[in-house]
């Protein structure tokens, strides 16, 4: 008995030293997502997890011969935790790919281990420029704070807004928000008033809604991290903010398509800029939202659609390998990459390896009976202008 157990144990070492070269792209492909899947960022996992299960029901799970593996690990945007559960999938499960990360924090809190590991670390939520120079094998597919400052800030500039006061939650892709919108807005004639950061673990904004009432600016610009937009809404308009000739203006990450609709009347007008809206006005989005709508009951953020770009960029970058895979081969295949996302066309710069795409600015408008982003104007496949500054 214990003879034929040992036997039994041998034969796949047996076979496996007798395998052919190739037997690695037989291998399962493993992809491990770290997400906040619980806590203040929780909304950021739901809809990441919601979007690369539908690119996989769209798309299959086998790429050039390869099964995709799909593993989903909580960090709770904790950046401990994160780290823990990137050493572990890259350690004990061999993923090839390490992917999600709700918060600039837990993006950066990873980095190292990517570059050791020399394991494609792709970035599908957080938005703090820096984050992809943290290592050589990140690529983003979200956005970059700076890309959506900078076109607000113009736009504001354009529109009769001289004298406004920002308000950012005080972290970095807040920092970020805070620095370019003021760069561009007073390269542009405009001035900033009042600088206030909101601690990001607190949605208590009273006493800087208060401050900002007694600025009497023309426009307040806010950056809030995608799930604290209704609450921030909600004490704007308790507040009789709405009603006192002070414009919102901000990214649009105040006005989350995840929470928009829930936001009523008070979202109404306001203008934001960001380079996805669930209105965009193309065939493939409107396939992508009715399908995530059915599938999940919930509308499609700009979380979820950086998710599903990930997931695409991946599937992509290992079909250019014809399954092979390997850390460096994955990034090389992965820069200066062009396809149509449902945002519209994105690249990823060779260069930086951030995502290139168009900004929008868009207004909220009922449509239909819900409230949307309606996108209005646009700035065509804008580069990281953080990545410019840093030169
Ligand atoms: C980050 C998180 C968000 O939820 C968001 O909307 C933008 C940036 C971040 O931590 O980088």
């Not at 690119?55 to 960090?75: C, F």
């Not at 999940?296 to 953020?301: D, E, G, I, T």
């Not at 950086?306 to 990034?331: E, F, N, V, W």
């Amino acid at each position: 008995m214990q003879k034929r157990q040992v036997l039994k144990g041998l034969i796949p070492v047996a076979l496996a030293l007798c395998l052919p070269s190739g037997f690695a792209q037989t291998a399962p492909f493993k992809i491990g997502f770290i997400l906040p899947m619980t806590g203040q960022s929780a909304s950021t996992g739901r809809q990441i997890e919601a979007a690369v299960k539908l690119y996989m029901a769209q798309n299959g799970s086998t790429v050039a011969g390869r099964k995709i593996e799909l593993i989903i690990k909580d960090d709770a945007a904790v950046a401990d935790t994160t780290r823990r559960l990137a050493q572990e999938l890259v350690v004990n499960d061999k993923v090839d790919v390490i992917a999600g990360f709700g918060i600039t924090p837990t993006a950066m809190a990873t980095a190292p281990i990517a570059t050791q590991s020399k394991t494609p670390m792709v970035v599908t939520a957080a938005a703090t420029s820096v984050i992809t120079t943290a290592s050589p094998y990140i690529v983003r597919t979200s956005f970059t704070l700076p890309q959506a400052a900078v076109s607000i800030a113009e736009w504001a500039a354009k529109n009769k807004i001289k004298r406004v006061v920002t308000l950012v939650s005080d972290y970095a892709p807040g920092i970020d928000a805070e620095k370019f919108f003021k760069s561009q807005f007073t390269a542009k004639g405009g001035q900033v008033i009042a600088e206030i950061r909101s601690p990001l673990k607190s949605p208590d904004f009273a006493p800087f809604l208060q401050k900002v009432r007694d600025e009497k600016p023309d426009a307040v610009f806010v950056f809030l991290p995608s799930g604290q937009g209704a609450a921030f809404m909600k004490q704007f308009a308790e507040r009789g903010l709405d009603k006192s000739g002070i414009k919102l203006i901000g990214t649009g990450d105040v006005t989350d398509d995840d929470q928009l609709n829930d936001m009523g009347d008070v979202a109404l007008g306001v203008v934001t800029s960001h380079h996805y809206s669930a209105s965009h006005n193309t065939p493939l989005n409107k396939k992508f939202v009715a399908e995530f709508e059915a599938a999940n009951k919930f509308r499609p953020n700009f979380m979820g659609v950086a998710g599903y770009d990930g997931m695409a960029l991946i599937y992509k970058a290992l079909a250019a390998t014809k399954g092979q895979g390997g850390g460096d081969a994955l990034i090389a295949a992965m820069k200066g990459i062009t396809f149509e996302s449902p945002r519209g066309m994105i690249t990823i710069d060779p260069e930086t390896r951030d995502v290139i795409h168009d900004m929008h600015i868009r207004k909220v408008e009922r449509v239909g009976g819900q409230l949307y982003n309606v996108e209005f104007d646009v700035e065509k496949q804008v580069k990281d202008p953080g990545k410019a500054a840093a030169k």
